[in-house]
């Protein structure tokens, strides 16, 4: 197979230093091509760069040069950091976010809302529809989210502005809610061939790289004053 390294076009992208995403400094764009080689696996937390999320996929992702393809139920997530200084800044994180797929694919974002609490404030978000994530469009939250016994979040489905409002709140009790990985996932029973997955600035790539293009010098003809 031909996607053997990394192909970053920027000089060094933000989301790639320490296995970390920090939006709070200005991300250098970036392309970044994904090698064909084995994603780590979820296991006590979320290993950084690329893995696949607990329940392990009965069947492994595929690589080629056309793309990756899962077979659900697979989630394939982007492992880091991403501190949310405001709802503004998950709502930024949401419409950098895309993807390029053949076949039904849902993108999520595992939350902390209270990373340094007793209660952590776990839940994963997600748009109920498949595709790039619309901020107009309906959410999910995979779990119940409280904050000092306060709930700022039911499990079930929410308009984007009812998450706003719960980042707002959990800021507003002292908590710093962090998203620890951004991804997407496949359901149960169907497939889909994905050939990029974008957010925060940079854009993965599970396709063959292309090669690079070598101009060729244009000889130009001499002129002679007579």
Same mark, same amino acid.
């Given at each position: 197979?031909?996607?053997?390294?990394?192909?970053?076009?920027? %000089?060094?992208?933000?989301?790639?230093?320490?296995?970390?995403?920090? !939006?709070?400094?200005?991300? !250098?764009?970036?392309?970044?091509?994904?090698?064909?080689?084995?994603?780590?696996?979820? +296991?006590?937390?979320?290993?950084?760069? *690329?893995?696949?999320?607990?329940?392990?996929? &009965?069947?492994?992702?595929?690589?080629?040069?056309?793309?990756?393809?899962?077979?659900?139920?697979t989630q394939l997530l982007?492992?880091?950091?991403?501190?949310?200084?405001?709802?503004?800044?998950?709502?930024?994180?949401?419409?950098?976010?895309?993807?390029?797929?053949? +076949?039904?694919?849902?993108?999520?974002?595992?939350?902390?809302?209270?990373?340094?609490?007793?209660?952590?404030?776990?839940?994963?978000?997600?748009?109920?529809?498949?595709?790039?994530? %619309?901020?107009?469009?309906?959410?999910?939250?995979? *779990? &119940?989210?409280?904050?000092?016994? &306060?709930?700022?979040?039911? &499990?079930?489905?929410?308009?984007?502005?009812?998450?706003?409002?719960?980042?707002?709140?959990?800021?507003?009790?002292?908590? %710093?809610? /962090?998203?620890?990985?951004?991804?997407?996932?496949?359901?149960?029973?169907?497939?889909? !061939?994905?050939?990029?997955?974008?957010?925060?600035?940079?854009?993965?790539?599970?396709?063959?790289?292309?090669?690079?293009?070598?101009?060729?010098?244009? /000889?130009?003809?001499?002129?002679?004053?007579?």
């Amino acid at each position: 197979m031909k996607k053997t390294r990394l192909a970053v076009t920027a %000089a060094i992208s933000s989301s790639l230093l320490a296995g970390s995403m920090l !939006l709070a400094a200005p991300a !250098l764009a970036a392309d970044v091509y994904v090698p064909d080689a084995p994603k780590g696996v979820e +296991g006590d937390s979320y290993p950084a760069g *690329w893995f696949t999320g607990n329940p392990q996929p &009965e069947t492994a992702p595929v690589d080629d040069e056309t793309g990756i393809t899962l077979t659900g139920k697979t989630q394939l997530l982007y492992g880091g950091i991403i501190d949310v200084a405001g709802p503004d800044t998950f709502t930024s994180l949401v419409e950098s976010s895309a993807v390029d797929a053949d +076949g039904d694919t849902y993108f999520q974002y595992p939350i902390f809302f209270n990373p340094d609490g007793e209660n952590l404030g776990f839940t994963t978000l997600r748009p109920v529809d498949p595709g790039t994530p %619309a901020t107009d469009a309906e959410w999910y939250s995979s *779990w &119940e989210v409280r904050i000092d016994g &306060e709930v700022i979040l039911t &499990e079930g489905p929410h308009t984007f502005a009812e998450i706003q409002t719960a980042f707002q709140g959990a800021i507003d009790a002292g908590a %710093a809610p /962090e998203v620890l990985a951004v991804g997407v996932f496949v359901d149960t029973g169907a497939e889909a !061939l994905v050939r990029s997955i974008s957010f925060a600035g940079d854009n993965y790539y599970f396709t063959e790289e292309p090669e690079a293009v070598v101009p060729v010098p244009v /000889e130009e003809e001499a002129t002679f004053a007579g």
